[in-house]
């Protein structure tokens, strides 16, 4: 078991999958830098842009990114909560960029646990659309938009291991987290999950 309180800095944890399939935790780090063939942008439904990792996308990968998403509005107008769209990386590492749009938070609200899960669930189906190998993705919804980071943790990783139960392509997942409490919560999670199944297991990759 991973005591995360004592592990300080930028670094990888890696629940290790059936099929050589992956889940990585990795922070405190900032996703604009990932190499993963895509990165998830937690969007408003605008896709005009925003604050927190929407903000920080746009800014490092330039005006292309705003300009496919200003075609992809023109074309099926606001994206609702839970769908996701892809368009290009601009000048970020990573190629693609698939936003999705997070509930925002109603305490009470159980449909919001489906909503959440299905912005993995889109997103994942996009990028195995597209063929592609990686994929990373910040906290959706738990900043501006307020889920309790907890049970967005629990919901994020469940259905991201059920998903990549089916995909081909699609093989390695990257939580990529901005702070110390976010990514302690995601690891919290995934101790958890492979206490319940323990055809998997939890390996630190990288401490620096
Ligand atoms: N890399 C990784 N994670 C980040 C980064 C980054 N560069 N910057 C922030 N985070 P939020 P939401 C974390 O608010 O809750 C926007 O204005 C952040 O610490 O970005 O889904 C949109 O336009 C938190 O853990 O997204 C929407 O209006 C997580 O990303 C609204 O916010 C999500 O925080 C969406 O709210």
């Known amino acids: 078991?991973?005591?995360?309180?004592?592990?300080?800095?930028?670094?990888?944890?890696?629940?290790?999958?059936?099929?050589?399939?992956?889940?990585?935790?990795?922070?405190?780090?900032d996703i604009t830098r990932e190499t993963t063939d895509a990165i998830v942008n937690a969007a408003n439904s605008?896709?005009?842009?925003?604050?927190g990792v929407d903000g920080a996308i746009h800014r490092a990968g330039g005006p292309a990114i705003l300009e496919a998403c200003r075609q992809i509005v023109t074309k099926i107008g606001r994206l609702p909560a839970g769908k996701a769209a892809i368009t290009t990386g601009g000048r970020l590492p990573a190629k693609h960029v698939i936003h999705t749009v997070g509930p925002i938070h109603q305490p009470g609200h159980r449909t919001q646990h489906e909503t959440l899960a299905s912005c993995y669930r889109e997103s994942l189906r996009l990028a195995e659309e597209q063929r592609l190998k990686s994929i990373a993705f910040p906290s959706i919804s738990t900043g501006a938009y307020g889920y309790p980071v907890k049970e967005a943790a629990e919901i994020a990783l469940a259905t991201v291991v059920e998903t990549l139960e089916t995909t081909t392509y699609v093989s390695?997942?990257?939580?990529?987290?901005?702070?110390?409490?976010?990514?302690?919560?995601?690891?919290?999670?995934?101790?958890?999950?492979?206490?319940?199944?323990r055809s998997s297991s939890l390996q630190i990759e990288k401490a620096s």
């Open 172 to 197: 390695h997942v990257r939580f990529v987290l901005f702070d110390a409490g976010t990514l302690g919560a995601y690891v919290t999670a995934a101790e958890q999950l492979i206490e319940s199944d």
């Open 1 to 29: 078991m991973i005591a995360l309180d004592r592990v300080v800095g930028d670094f990888t944890i890696r629940l290790v999958l059936k099929g050589n399939k992956s889940v990585e935790f990795h922070g405190p780090a």
């Open 46 to 51: 605008s896709l005009l842009g925003g604050g």
